[in-house]
């Protein structure tokens, strides 16, 4: 029956965290019983640790299911981390490069070794601060990306689409990066604007004498690989052009002048210059009219042999050379200041190169039209809706998926090249020789696979695809999938696409995108502005439960989050708060002679009779009455995503109507009771409901509490988390107890702000008069004695109209006058006075204002207007204060 005074959640966190796990509450069955619940975890990158944005996701997946395993559900939540092909590489990379180690030198597979063993390091990371924040995983069924099971499945699925002609090897224009030496998706290059310049070219037409055709370019280097310039076709100036060439100045090679789209005839001069190895708008043109490429870049980002003169130099020299040379020879027509948008590499901060290069593709238009297809009928169901619209301009225009990746840490792509006959073999596993002409000389593609590859197979590859195992036939698909919209197109459609292809079921039938947490001022967190909150900082000041709390509050979908240490503080004190109601009842149990108790049966919202008379005390009534109006609600806030309405919910029924109300009525009792009386048994049965009801949001609180009133384990589920979620029933309203408790609260509140308001000291009690010609006045008489508690007034009751006073509060049902002591009334009518020659002033002024033509003709309407409100205001204040005194 001890019960610590301070609410301290480092002293008992971290000891359930690590007892769920031991337990294994959360480990789901696969020998399907009942109905089935599951959900995978966006897998967090093997190198991160987690960040306040995992603590959302995280908190908002754990309430979800907790809340599901509560209703009974067999329910998984499958954890797991992704191998994050370039981050992990780089930090593996950098840690290498301290000791004055490149990869290269290391060579391929002493690389892998160490990122294996960096892996088995630092890998789990993640994994142990989840546990320690309380997300019920079933880390039974913990998976890795690169686990033997699931490089099986990307095998799989990479030689299955290849045969069905859905991979393929292509030419095509990738975002380089010369540091990192790999192509990057669109997603890894970050773009900031910065000041660039235009250069204006002029390209003398060839046996035009004096006719030039000027282009411009944020890349004069580039103009070295130029092998043609466009006019569009629409464009009248150039007509007497078509089919003729220009000479390329520095180069001296005539090339044609094409008539194409590409050129916007709104833009500068009309005409641009076409680069097809190193721009993608002039690679498609390129195709489009088969001019060659010339590569003047290359992978280190150095010039090539084809730039002539600048073969060798670094790119940014070899542009300063140009512009020189142009300058020298009249060929630059002017220089411009212009913005322009850099692409750098996210991971290493170097420029971007665009280059064309032979790549793997998806042909993704096939798999995304039955992608499209189970979001229009419905069959997934994305909250909130606006992101469908997001989704639909994404796989409308999907274009070809490139997958292959110039790196070393990933899943290497399961394609041999013959070195005699160039043949390409792809297979599951590695062939011994080339089946067209029987060589043994393969050599395996060095490329491995983008890594959203393998996550888009991750609802399916963790559950033991290709085999039909148990798992598979019983959580796919999945019920849920809880994520951010930034990854809406790269993870979330790629799952879609390959679900249906491969399951020929959807993934999950909901999708639900949550917000972004934000600092308190609503600005986005980051290190650069220093306003990151540190997930475990700030748990260990405050308490797992107490962030919890504070997230879902704000968690309103489509809501970004504003989290404060404000809000953080005001949770914990919240936490607080029902710890000291637990102590508090324990307390007067062991005065009473009470044992720890929870009832047998659920018996949720059914107070109990006292033996003998069989009355129902009301202020249990009227608990079990609010408690089943909070579980209506709570079960339907977290069924919509609501989980902000679920936390104000839960937050005001404990806070204010559990604490506030119930227990002060409760204290007036306690003194009478002696044993476990029905009285004290439905206190109990109340808290222990309550305590359920709160569980998915503040776990840690709950289970602790719990324990302590659960002792007879024998009778007893081994944690809360795996009893019953408190379900509402209509019949358990009881109206009447809401009506007549809502009488005592409203008069004693009443006499609260009547105290207040004329600056009474709370210990003297004050005696007073309730007013009413309705049923209200029996009720209230009912409670005299505890109104007179809690408001520490002595009343009277009287069946008729209230006289005119001071110090009075009304309702449609009655009044309540306040007997204001002599010395008390003369403070009160100098307050009075007061304010009455305050509102004379404010009245005159308004007058003053609302009269004056000049005014009137140049104010606002809405500033006229709110003066006239506000002058309505004052005298109807100032009729009250005069009828007062
Ligand atoms: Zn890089
Ligand atoms: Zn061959």
Redo the contacts with the bound molecule.
């Keep these: 029956m001890q019960i610590e005074k301070v609410y301290e959640p480092p002293r008992f966190e971290p000891h359930w965290a690590q007892w769920w796990i031991d337990s294994g509450i959360f480990r789901a069955s696969n020998q399907g019983y009942g109905r089935v619940f599951s959900l995978v975890i966006p897998p967090p990158n093997v190198t991160g640790s987690l960040h306040i944005g995992h603590m959302l996701e995280h908190t908002e997946i754990d309430v979800t299911i907790r809340w599901r395993r509560m209703l009974g559900h067999n329910t998984l939540w499958l954890p797991g981390t992704d191998h994050a092909g370039i981050a992990t590489q780089m930090v593996v990379e950098r840690k290498l490069a301290e000791e004055g180690i490149d990869r290269r030198a290391l060579g391929r597979e002493e690389f892998e070794r160490r990122v294996w063993e960096w892996k088995r390091q630092y890998g789990d990371t993640i994994k142990r601060q989840m546990i320690r924040l309380g997300a019920s995983c079933d880390w039974s069924r913990e998976r890795f990306t690169l686990d033997p099971g699931l490089s099986r499945a990307v095998r799989e699925v990479f030689v299955r689409l290849y045969e069905k002609g859905l991979i393929y090897r292509g030419e095509y224009m990738i975002n380089w990066c010369p540091r990192c030496h790999t192509a990057i998706s669109d997603l890894e290059v970050a773009h900031t604007d910065v000041n660039g310049h235009l250069w204006h070219i002029r390209y003398p037409v060839n046996g035009m004498k004096d006719r030039y055709l000027t282009v411009a370019t944020t890349r004069p280097e580039t103009m070295l690989g130029d092998t043609a310039v466009a006019v569009n076709p629409k464009d009248a100036r150039y007509f007497d052009l078509h089919g003729k060439t220009v000479r390329l100045p520095l180069m001296d090679r005539e090339i044609p002048i094409i008539v194409d789209e590409v050129a916007d005839p709104e833009f500068g001069s009309g005409v641009v210059k076409v680069t097809p190895a190193h721009d993608l708008n002039d690679f498609e043109a390129g195709r489009r009219h088969n001019l060659p490429r010339i590569q003047v870049i290359d992978e280190d980002g150095n010039m090539t042999a084809a730039a002539g003169p600048y073969s060798g130099l670094d790119r940014f020299e070899a542009r300063r050379r140009v512009i020189g040379a142009l300058e020298q020879t009249g060929a630059l027509v002017k220089v411009e200041d212009y913005q322009l948008s850099l692409g750098t590499c996210s991971r290493c901060k170097t420029p971007v190169e665009p280059l064309v290069s032979t790549q793997w593709f998806v042909k993704t238009k096939p798999l995304a039209e039955k992608a499209i297809e189970v979001v229009e009928t419905g069959r997934i169901e994305i909250t909130p809706a606006n992101w469908t619209k997001t989704y639909y301009e994404w796989m409308y225009n999907i274009r070809d998926w490139c997958i292959s990746r110039q790196l070393w840490w990933g899943h290497r792509i399961p394609a041999w090249h013959?070195?005699?006959?160039?043949?390409i073999v792809v297979a599951k596993e590695a062939p011994t020789t080339?089946?067209?002409?029987?060589?043994s000389?393969?050599v395996q593609d060095p490329d491995v696979l983008d890594t959203w590859f393998s996550s888009g197979l991750w609802p399916f590859s963790t559950l033991g695809w290709p085999e039909r195992t148990e798992d598979l036939a019983t959580f796919y698909p999945t019920s849920l999938l809880i994520t951010g919209h930034d990854i809406l197109f790269f993870w979330v459609a790629r799952m879609i696409m390959l679900g249906m292809e491969f399951m020929g079921d959807v993934p999950f039938r909901q999708v639900y995108i949550h917000a972004l947490v934000r600092d308190a001022e609503g600005q986005k967190m980051s290190k650069t502005r220093g306003n990151v909150i540190d997930p475990l900082v700030v748990t260990e000041k405050y308490g797992t439960d107490a962030i919890r709390m504070a997230m879902l509050q704000g968690a309103a979908p489509g809501t970004d989050i504003a989290l404060s240490e404000a809000r953080m503080e005001s949770s914990k004190a919240f936490a607080n708060k029902i710890w000291n109601a637990a102590r508090f009842l324990f307390l007067n149990m062991e005065r009473s002679g009470v044992e720890p108790w929870v009832p047998d049966r659920l018996q949720e919202f059914h107070p109990e009779g006292e033996a003998g008379t069989g009355g129902v005390l009301i202020e249990d009534r009227w608990i079990f009455s609010r408690l089943n109006n909070c579980a209506e609600q709570v079960n339907r806030a977290i069924e919509t995503f609501r989980y902000h309405e679920a936390a104000q919910l839960l937050w005001h029924f404990l806070w204010h109507e559990f604490c506030d109300w119930y227990l002060e009525l409760k204290k007036l009792r306690f003194r009478e009771n002696s044993g476990l009386t029905a009285g004290w048994r439905n206190t109990l049965a109340a808290f222990e409901t309550a305590l359920r009801l709160l569980h998915p949001a503040m776990p840690f609180l709950t289970e602790e509490l719990w324990q302590r009133l659960a002792t007879d384990r024998a009778k007893r589920p081994v944690s809360i988390a795996v009893t019953a979620y408190p379900q509402s029933r209509p019949e358990a309203t009881d109206q009447d107890a809401e009506r007549e408790i809502g009488v005592l609260q409203e008069i004693v509140t009443m006499a609260r702000t009547l105290r207040t308001e004329s600056k009474l000291d709370p210990k003297q009690q004050l005696a007073g008069t309730v007013y009413s010609r309705s049923a209200a006045l029996e009720v209230a008489r009912r409670h005299a004695e505890a109104i007179q508690k809690l408001a520490n007034v002595k009343l009277e009751f009287k069946a008729e109209a209230a006289p005119r006073s001071a110090a009075i509060r009304s309702t449609a049902e009655f009044d309540l006058v306040l007997e204001v002591p002599k010395a008390q009334e003369d403070a009160q009518r100098k307050r009075l006075e007061k304010e009455r020659e305050q509102l004379v002033k404010n009245i005159a002024n308004s007058r003053r204002q609302l009269g004056d033509d000049t005014f009137l003709s140049k104010a606002p309407p809405p500033v006229v207007e709110s003066i006239r409100g506000k002058l309505a205001d004052y005298e109807a204040q100032l009729r009250k204060i005069e009828d007062a005194l």
């Design positions: 013959c070195q005699e006959c160039r043949e080339c089946p067209r002409c029987g060589s000389r393969l």
